[in-house]
């Protein structure tokens, strides 16, 4: 993912996401409103290589079925 400048006078569909449905347990996918076929992936933060941990680099990948591409969003 790269950060863009975000100017609210211009439409800018990069900076726009939508979710999935609910994946169970109020966890969804995050996924590009222009693009909805690529999800936010935590690289290699499958339980097969221990999880997701502080410095887990944040992608764009294709749509699959690990925990990793799986999110939830919390009040902070």
Do not use: C, E
């Not at 990069?14 to 222009?34: A, E, I, P």
């Amino acid at each position: 993912v790269r950060l863009t400048r975000y100017d609210p006078d211009q439409l800018d569909q990069s900076v726009l996401w939508t979710l999935s449905k609910d994946l169970g347990q109020g966890f969804r996918s995050f996924r590009m409103v222009n693009n909805i076929k690529l999800n936010l992936d935590a690289f290699n933060g499958d339980k097969k290589h221990g999880g997701v941990k502080d410095g887990t680099v944040v992608v764009l990948w294709s749509r699959g079925k690990g925990d990793n591409q799986r999110w939830k969003v919390v009040p902070y």
